[in-house]
């Protein structure tokens, strides 16, 4: 009996070895792909920022970062950072980073107010990189070309690993399709946004939903932004607003819409004014990042953040995404995880 617990144990821990090996190689081939294709360059980054600047990421608007007094600082407060968007900007400045290349970082972060389930943790890491980009570049057509080339990335890095490991066959599609969100809501107008990223996805297998943030026609918006890192407000190309957008994948194991990115160009002075006014919150003109924005003292760039668990839930093709991260879960998901044969790291 102890033999056979003993064994039983042995091979569970074999099997999470040879996972822990996977998320390497996935890890690791896709930030050198998109490092390449993008000209990024390799930085570090911090967990935490200093309260009151503005740096730190708002999300949504409503979620509460961790804070903490900072002894040495005299008490002065901390947050744990939710992503590093607006902080990437300013590093651009500090690194003196030419037009035409970037910065990529590994982000840590920590979201207690994330609902936890198969797609989502407190837990957050993702590739956060920021480019340097020129006024004319502030265009859709050049958000679409940044979004090609993270594509290829994305398919480069899935074929890699097909031949790795010969199980894992590819899904992507050859190209991914563009759509904004105003076309989704007016194609399927009874459905939800959320059902609406599920029909697309089913269809597509590869979208990339323009202009998350702004108000449709509806008077809804898709998703929140925050009002200052994407320009979601700004008349694109096609004659909608929005610069921005998720790209979303079919995931074949979930059967569902799975959000791979969220990316898009940064606000300018306009398009910062016109966003704080519109959510309400024009006495953030007076932190020191929306200063440095407003004044052009920071670069121009269009950025975005890509889940490096969630890539690798996809890739591994996996259930739960405490499969690919040591996680905090509730003794619930835990039993249930168990019944359905899902190994939590």
């Not at 570049?137 to 074929?159: D, H, M, N």
């Not at 697309?200 to 509806?218: D, H, K, L, P, W």
């Not at 009002?227 to 008349?235: I, K, L, N, T």
């Amino acid at each position: 009996m102890r033999g056979a617990l003993f064994l039983k144990l042995k091979n569970m821990d074999k099997r999470f070895l040879q996972t822990e090996e996977k998320i390497d190689f996935v890890k690791s081939t896709f930030s050198r792909e998109l490092s390449e294709k993008l000209r990024l360059t390799k930085v570090s980054s911090p967990i935490a920022v200093i309260d009151g600047t503005g740096i730190n990421d708002d999300l949504n608007g409503t979620e509460q970062p961790v804070r903490f007094p900072v002894r040495s600082l005299n008490g002065r407060q901390a947050v744990i950072v939710h992503s590093l968007a607006k902080w990437k900007r300013v590093r651009l400045e500090q690194l003196n980073v030419s037009e035409g290349e970037g910065i990529l970082t590994d982000m840590r972060a920590l979201r207690p107010d994330e609902e936890c389930g198969p797609l989502h943790s407190i837990y957050v890491d993702q590739w956060d990189w920021e480019v340097h980009i020129a006024e004319k570049q502030r265009t859709l057509q050049f958000l679409k070309l940044t979004v090609g080339k993270i594509y290829e990335s994305l398919k480069a890095t899935e074929r890699s690993i097909s031949i790795m490991y010969p199980d894992l066959v590819p899904v992507l599609p050859v190209e991914i399709t563009f759509i904004h969100s105003e076309e989704l809501m007016r194609k399927y107008p009874g459905l939800t946004p959320r059902q609406r990223e599920n029909e697309a996805a089913r269809q597509y297998r590869a979208v990339f939903i323009i202009g998350i943030g702004g108000v449709m026609s509806n008077g809804e918006v898709h998703d929140g932004r925050a009002p200052d890192y994407d320009d979601w407000s700004s008349v694109n190309d096609d004659g909608y607003t929005g610069l921005n957008g998720d790209i979303i994948f079919w995931n074949p194991v979930l059967e569902k819409a799975f959000e791979i990115s969220s990316m898009g160009v940064r606000v300018d002075k306009p398009a910062l004014l016109r966003q704080l006014a519109k959510c309400g919150c024009p006495e953030r003109e007076k932190l020191p990042f929306h200063k440095m924005v407003l004044s052009g003292f920071i670069p121009l760039s269009i950025g975005g953040g890509i889940g490096q668990s969630r890539l690798c839930m996809f890739m591994l093709r996996k259930d739960h995404i405490g499969e690919v991260q040591v996680g905090i879960w509730s003794e619930e998901t835990e039993q249930e995880c168990q019944r359905k044969a899902v190994a939590l790291l």
